[in-house]
C-alpha cells in the first residue's frame, strides 16, 4: 500500500488543480501542473496541453510553444503543428514552419516503430535472395550490391536518427550563435528568444544547431531541450 501512496497523492494535487483551471483559478493551476511537469518524465498530454494556454495566456510564447513542441513529441496532428506555426508566425519566430515535412513527422511520429521494421525485413529479404542466388552460381550485378549496401547503410542511419538528432527552444532574450564553440568565436548572429533549433551534437557546454542551413553552436544554458 504505501507503494501507491506518492502515486495517489500526485493524482490528487492534479485534482486539485483542475478544479482550481475550472474555475479560472490559473495561476495557483499553473503551478501545480509546472511541478508535475519538472517531475515527471513520462508527459501528460492533458497537462501539456493547459500548460500551453495558461502560458499564452499570460503572454509568455516562448514558453507555450515549448509545451506545445512536447506535446507535439507524444501526439503529433495537423493542427497542433498549424498553431504552432501560427503562434510562431505572430512573434516571428523561425522553425516551426508548417510544410511536407510537418506531414511526415506526423506520419513518422505515429509509424516510426514500424518503419525500420518493415525496412528492415525488405533488407533481409533481399540479402537472402542474392545469397540463394550465390550458392545457385547465379550471376549477380554490381550495380545490385552497390545498391544493397547503400541501402543498409541508410537504414543503418534510419535507426540511429533519434539517438543523434533533438530540437530545443532559444530560451535567452539575447543568445549568440557563433562559428565554433568557444565565446571568442566570430558572433554568426544574435537572436532573440522562442526560435527552434535542430541539434545535431554537443561540445563541452556548447550545442551544434542548424541555423538559415548553417551550421553553429549555441551555449547549452541559452536552450530548452524538447
Known sequence: MLLFAPLRAQENKLKVADSLFTIGRYSDAKNIYENHFRNHQKYNPNILLKLAFLSERANDYT?????LSNLAQLEPSIPLLKKMSSLAEVYSLRGYEFNDYSYFVI???????????LLLTLGVYVFVVMLIKIRNGEHIYKRHKWAMIIYLIALLGLLNLPDNY???IISNGSTYLRSYPSSAAHVVERIGKGH???IIGARDNWNMVFWEGELVYVRKNDLKII
Not at 514558453?63 to 509545451?67: D, W
Not at 506520419?107 to 521494421?117: A, Q, S, T
Open 196 to 198: 527552434k533549433l535542430t
Open 166 to 168: 533533438s530540437t530545443g
Open 63 to 67: 514558453q507555450s510553444l515549448f509545451y
Open 107 to 117: 506520419f513518422y511520429r505515429r509509424y516510426g516503430e514500424f518503419i525500420p521494421i
